[in-house]
């Protein structure tokens, strides 16, 4: 495990460090995205997927109604749960999503992974994102060993 720190100013910062972060990724990764609402948690998995070389990268949206889409088509598909509408904690295979949890050739991606029940799943990858003003987001990234050479890319991000 290694953690890093990284600021990323506007909104293309944050793209480009989902899509750095999604050429990194490998099957069977968790990715929980914490942060406040408006942190840029989306905006991230825009990037991510981008990274993947999924074509429809752009049209990534907060899920309102359902908590979960699947993206197929890209170098991995990425199952992306956004359970901040959960009022009660979420026990995915209760929910029917066991898929998602048993799935070791897709990306699994938690906004508000905090609405997740105890020891239903756990990642591979946090990143924890604060707002320092309106121009910029603080982001910290921990994550499996062989994630490490991300610190060494950061130069897209500016
Ligand atoms: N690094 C950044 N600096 C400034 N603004 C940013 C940055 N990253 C994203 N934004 C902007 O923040 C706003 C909120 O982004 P986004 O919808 O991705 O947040 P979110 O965390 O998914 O919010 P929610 O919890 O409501 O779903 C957008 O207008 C986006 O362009
Ligand atoms: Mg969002």
Partial sequence: MFTFDQRLIGDESTLAFGALLGRNLRSGDRLF???????GKTTLVRGLMHGLEHPDSREVASPTFAIHHRYDGGRLSVDHLDLYRLTAPVDLAAEGLDTVIDDPSSVVVIEWPERLQIGS??????????????????????????LESIRQSTSVLR
């Avoid at 995205?33 to 942190?39: K, S, T």
Wanted: net charge positive; charged share 15%.
């Fill in 33 to 39: 995205l914490h942060g406040p609402l408006g942190a």
């Fill in 121 to 146: 799943l756990s990642p591979t990858i946090s990143i924890h994102l604060t707002l320092l003003g309106e121009g910029s987001r603080g982001m910290r990234l921990t994550g499996r060993d062989g």
